[in-house]
């Protein structure tokens, strides 16, 4: 009774009202509702004998079925609204009791309107928003949130509105799957999933109350619930069931009965009374207790809010889709195998992933659908966690998902709406491991995207919430770039499962558009559209067809259910066209109810309400109501379809509006199916226009033309060089990746894609793959030559000559490539640097990773003749291992070892690093020797392989050589010393920073005999020795520093608290007269100002700002140029005016790099750019005025604008 006291003190919890609560009122029971029916019928002439015998055989809804049957609409509404005394009966002593109880939220079945007289009368200082029942679709969306309060929520309608009453039957029926008042049902399942709730004015017996027993038999899981039933007569017997079966907490009270034979009820106004007089004090969770001591509050809290989130349904099918690292984040010698998740499947790489992630895909790649099915796993592993007899908080992940198109500048704010309202955020992250899904970045409101706001909010957000896990979706990386979070794309369906798929569909694609329609098929929004029957795609579909087939069956069943004189497309089309436009996915629904209460006007159409077509769109999960009063298309791809429909109408009537569509980077979408739409000629200057203002938007744009589609591509491919030498930053690769992934290429084109071959790098690369994809194996041999030409081109020989050659790559081609590795020994220069055969050994490595092992040795290394391979073949061997996870590999890598070939120490590393991700690995073929040889390796200063973290694996593997190599380490001093032991033991690292330690008194001289190189190779947490780590800085030694922070980006701040830096001037000195030409300065400055951001206070980094805006500052260089460069926090604002020209002035040094980490370009706001930055580009020369162009771009990209200038 001390628990049901307590939920009915929670603001959030919800009192459930059913009609026996309405009885104290004199309003009819079920079974009198039903006679009155029948009285009702009888009045108008006609037999009530079926509705009489219905109700005897106890089937009141089929009763009510044949009762409304014979009723008109406005006899319905005049019944309904006598039958509940409406505007007559008046609450009772009860309904002041019950809402004088805690809560805020109330759910009824009732159509009478007791409930929200008592709340006017007796709380009249608490606003309750009018009630919401099935027939205001728009505004369920309000009341699901964790967070929703004050509602009153009729799901079975009001009186008020007789369309809305579930009496019948047939009324029944809408609120199932498919039924029009489908997500009706679907709000009220989810209320009762995830919030705690107290039953009134129901009996075990009562229709409604059985109705309800089937919602809570689909959602319930077992366990505890914070469910209670107030129910007189209840025997210990039935209880013990309900609470088994159906998680209810039954309360009990006495009846008695009267003189008339009826029963007495007032126990339970007693009942209520002593609920009231000792409500507990509304207190939040107290979350900040020991792990030992969590309460059962905090159990049911997480259970509900897991409970919110399974609700995220698996798709029938649903196909596996892989992530790919993006290769910018790549790290240079390290082979893919170096990201344990790269080529993982999405549900591993999300539910197990990276703790900080950005998720990019191709509209309709299913990263939303990823991102709610990993929501799910996780919530329904969350909920069987709190079911479990103990409580295992240490394996509880809290998910929690996030839309990102309801951002209003307040990141916290936004996720506290979706977590349970008595839970706090902060603390929850403290006690548990919080994994935090930010979806549809690309679809934020156009307000915060645009003018920078998020970016401080974001980043705050990241500092404050290190320890969680934070993923975010978007279609591009543009404006997250700042977030240094490693980058992944979201791969296509496999092509093969997707012909598996059709082929048991029956759906076969042919024609000109048979590649472009696949590719939009093998994105999982649109095959599941096919695969559901949604859409029919015509023998040879074009890719418009896809949303042509599914609006034309929409339009048909409107035109079915209301009227064909209403024009549905236009309405759609300008609703999509003004959601682009304003920049706002989630667009206000009294818009869109405007706009078809205008055309209902304008169509003189009667008996059709504009509520009424919305809550219809919604049954057709066209449109998604959201909080807020807003409401958006299913998906961003319709939105832009719609809005590419009107652009097309108003471009034919005012080709001017094109420049304005560009300037916005939001319509770009939008932009390539309006192509599709246009007549020819219109179509033509539309991609004239394209190519003048955007090249990389042209390549992409130019699929979608209709005609003379083969000649423009050609146009484009003769302007590619030009482009690329006009590009001015390294780092962008759009140009490489159109003309490989999506510019449509036929072999008229065969002659211009080997002209870009020859320029070789990752636009070779990328000539070369399309090349291959139309000549096939023809082109084998010629391209399997090119690996000697470009033997120093790792992107070329890696990403073109392998990437494309490996399907075709079989056992006897081994014998060509070891001829041409044989030919460059004699060509290549033995004093020549290491890397100019990266790129042949590299794409070599990647042509044998499928060769198996036994043929590998005998027929490219020749080790059955007893003979030391030569050194390129060797590093060749080395790297394909690294492609590998079997033993046999591993054994390969140890032979090879113990033949001195340095570079399989790195392979045995990687190995080692795969092991957990598929087959155990069997390290019986290791001895003494190999820690030897994998020690004399670690200790060499200029050996580049990755010797010390293979014997860490080693010794991890093998506990017995972990006691040689610790007898080893005891012979030895220093660094040299720790950095052993840290191999032997991962717990006991006091040698190491004992080593450390006596740094501090040695000489410069006397540091230089150290092995410091080995630092770098220790993956150690600094946390607790923060001091010693400042302290070991302040020595100004760059190649020890180096080695501290070499290994901190990858690590982060998990392993660092705050780091206490002092006087930033002593730092700041320090960069500014650095002599030391052994380590490059770019190299130095990027890993302390990678440090001063990271791992520093807010006030430290202020502090830095607040020197850069000191007119008299000799550092400003060092802060624009490194320092500031990562504070990406930091906008034009935050600069002073003399800061700024300071940085106006620097644009007019020529710069060959571009300004991808100019400090103007991430921190210019969209008021600086039009106010500054645009005035100042027809006044100045080259080279300002191409530095102030590539501002422009940069800044644009996180502006989502396109800022176009004469």
Request: proline share 4%; charged share 25%; net charge negative.
């Amino acid at each position: 009774m001390e628990k049901l006291k307590q939920v009915l003190s929670q603001e959030d919890t919800i009192i459930f009202i059913g009609s026996g609560l309405s009885l104290w009122s004199g309003l009819p029971s079920w079974s009198q509702l039903i006679e009155d029916l029948a009285k009702f019928v009888e009045s108008f002439g006609v037999n009530a004998g079926l509705i009489r015998a219905e109700a005897t055989r106890g089937d009141l809804l089929q009763a009510a079925s044949y009762g409304f049957d014979r009723l008109t609409k406005q006899q319905i509404g005049e019944f309904i609204r006598e039958a509940c005394q409406y505007g007559k009966a008046e609450p009772h002593e009860i309904h002041k009791k019950i809402v004088s109880l805690g809560t805020r939220c109330f759910v009824t079945t009732n159509y009478d309107n007791l409930l929200e007289e008592a709340l006017r009368k007796w709380r009249p200082n608490n606003f309750f928003r009018a009630p919401i029942t099935n027939k205001n679709l728009t505004e369920t969306a309000e009341i699901v949130s964790a967070r929703a309060l004050d509602f009153i929520f009729k799901p079975h309608g009001d009186a008020a509105d007789s369309d809305s009453i579930i009496l019948t039957r047939e009324q029944y029926r809408q609120l199932l799957p498919q039924g029009e008042r489908h997500s009706s049902l679907e709000t009220l399942k989810l209320l009762l999933a995830s919030r705690p709730v107290v039953y009134f004015g129901f009996g075990l017996r009562d229709p409604d109350f059985l109705y309800i027993k089937d919602l809570l038999s689909n959602i319930y899981k077992g366990g505890t619930r914070d469910h209670y039933a107030i129910m007189p007569d209840i025997s210990e017997a039935e209880s013990d069931y309900w609470r088994r079966h159906y998680g209810i907490h039954l309360i009990t009270y006495p009846t008695t009965v009267d003189t008339n034979k009826r029963k007495n009820h007032d126990a339970l106004l007693h009942l209520i009374d002593s609920f009231i007089d000792v409500l507990p004090p509304k207190l939040p969770l107290d979350l900040d207790i020991p792990a030992k001591e969590s309460t059962s509050d905090v159990v049911l809290s997480l259970a509900r809010h897991a409970a919110r989130l399974e609700r995220y349904s698996k798709a029938n099918p649903e196909l596996p889709i892989r992530v790919q690292l993006d290769k910018k984040n790549e790290l240079p010698y390290h082979s893919l195998r170096s990201d344990t998740f790269n080529g993982a499947i999405v549900d591993r790489f999300l539910d197990n992933g990276p703790n900080r992630a950005i998720l990019i895909g191709l509209p309709g790649s299913g990263k939303s659908y990823s991102l709610k099915r990993s929501t799910a796993r996780l919530a329904d592993k969350l909920h069987d966690i709190c079911l479990s007899e103990t409580f295992e908080e240490k394996s509880a992940v809290i998910p929690v998902f996030v839309d990102l198109k309801l951002y209003c500048g307040d990141i916290v704010d936004l996720i506290n709406q979706n977590i349970p309202q008595n839970m706090s955020l902060s603390e929850m992250a403290v006690r548990f491991k919080l994994k935090f899904y930010l979806d549809s970045f690309n679809e934020m409101p156009r307000e915060y995207r645009e003018n920078g706001a998020y970016e401080v909010d974001f980043s705050d957000f990241e500092k404050n919430y290190d320890n969680s896990s934070i993923v975010i979706t978007s279609r591009t990386v543009d404006g997250l770039e700042k977030f240094e979070f490693p980058i992944y794309h979201l791969d296509l369906i496999d092509e093969n499962v997707l012909t598996t798929e059709l082929q048991k569909l029956n759906i076969f694609i042919e024609g000109r558009f048979e590649t472009d329609m696949r590719r939009l098929l093998q994105k999982p929004f649109y095959f599941h559209l096919v695969s559901s029957g949604a859409i029919s795609l015509p023998h040879e579909a074009h890719p418009r067809d896809i949303y042509q087939s599914l609006l034309n069956k929409l339009y048909i069943s409107f035109h079915t259910r209301f009227s064909p004189d209403f024009n549905l497309e236009n309405i759609l089309a300008t609703v999509a066209y003004d959601a682009i436009n304003r920049g706002e996915e989630a667009y206000a629904t009294a818009n869109i109810l405007e706009k078809i209460e205008k055309e209902i006007a304008k169509s003189k159409i009667q008996d059709i309400k504009a509520n009424d077509i919305v809550n219809w769109l919604i049954s057709r999960s066209i449109l998604i109501p959201y909080s807020n009063g807003r409401i958006a298309f299913i998906h961003q791809s319709i939105t832009e379809y719609l809005a590419a429909t009107q652009l097309s109408f108003e471009y034919q009537i005012n080709p001017l509006i094109l420049e304005e569509k560009l300037t916005l980077t939001r319509w770009d979408q939008a932009l390539f199916l309006t192509l599709s739409l246009l007549p020819e000629s219109e179509a033509y200057s539309f991609f004239k226009k394209i190519t003048d203002i955007d090249f990389d938007l042209a390549l992409n744009a130019v699929k979608y033309l209709e005609f003379n589609r083969d000649d423009i591509v050609s146009k484009l491919l003769d302007l590619i060089p030009e482009k690329l030498n006009q590009r001015k930053s390294f780092t962008d690769y759009k140009i490489e990746s159109h003309l490989e992934f999506s510019l449509p290429i036929s072999e008229c084109h065969e002659q211009k894609l080997r002209f870009l071959m020859s320029k070789g790098h990752l636009i070779g690369a990328a000539a070369l793959n399309r090349l291959i994809e139309i000549k096939g194996i023809s082109v084998k041999e010629e391209a399997l030559d090119l690996l000697v030409q470009f033997h120093d081109d790792y992107n070329f020989c890696c990403n073109g000559i392998a990437d494309s050659l490996t399907p075709f790559f079989i056992d006897s081609d081994i014998k060509s490539l070891k001829s041409m590795a044989d030919s460059l020994i004699d060509e290549i220069e033995p004093e020549s640097d290491d890397y100019m055969l990266n790129g042949f050994i590299s794409g070599s490595a990647l042509l044998l990773s499928k060769i198996e092992i036994p043929l590998l040795e005998k027929s490219f290394l020749c080790l059955d003749e007893d003979i030391y391979p030569p050194d390129i073949h060797a590093r060749i061997a080395c790297e394909s291992l690294w492609h590998r996870n079997s033993t046999p590999a591993l054994e390969l890598a140890a032979n090879l070892l113990l033949r001195n070939i340095n570079h399989a120490a790195t392979s045995i590393y990687f190995l080692a690093k795969s092991e957990s991700a598929t087959e155990k690995l069997s390290w019986d073929c290791f001895d003494s020797n190999h820690v030897l040889r994998l020690i004399s390796l670690a200790e060499m200063i200029d050996e580049k392989s990755w010797a010390l973290r293979a014997l860490h694996c080693l010794c991890k593997a093998r506990p017995d050589l972990a006691q040689l190599t610790k007898a080893m380490a005891l012979l030895r001093s220093g660094i040299s010393k720790a950095a052993l032991l840290f191999c032997v033991s991962q717990e006991n690292h006091e040698d190491f920073f004992e080593a450390m330690r006596e740094l501090l008194d040695m000489t410069a001289e006397e540091r230089a005999h150290e092995q410091l190189h080995l630092i770098e190779k220790i993956d150690i947490s600094w946390v607790g020795q923060e001091k010693l780590f400042i302290e070991i800085l302040k020595l100004r030694d760059p190649i020890l520093t180096i080695s501290l922070l070499e290994q901190l980006p990858i690590q982060k701040s998990t392993t660092l608290g705050f780091l206490e830096i002092g006087d930033i001037e002593w730092w700041l000195d320090w960069m500014h007269n650095n002599k030391n030409s052994s380590i490059p300065k770019f190299f130095l400055f990027e890993r302390l100002s990678w440090m001063f951001f990271n791992l520093t206070s807010r006030e430290t980094r202020h502090s830095f700002v607040e020197e850069f805006n000191n007119s008299n500052s000799n550092y400003r260089n060092i802060l624009a140029n490194s320092i500031l460069i990562y504070h990406t926090d930091l906008t034009t604002d935050d600069f002073s005016k003399d800061a700024i020209r300071f940085l106006l002035e620097n644009l007019e040094i020529k710069r060959d790099s571009g300004l991808g980490r100019n400090l103007l370009a991430q921190t210019a706001t969209e008021q600086f750019i039009q106010g500054e930055i645009i005035p100042m580009i027809s006044k100045e020369k080259i080279p300002l005025q191409t530095n102030l162009r590539s501002i422009l771009k940069a800044a644009g990209a996180r502006h989502g604008k396109r800022y176009i200038v004469d």
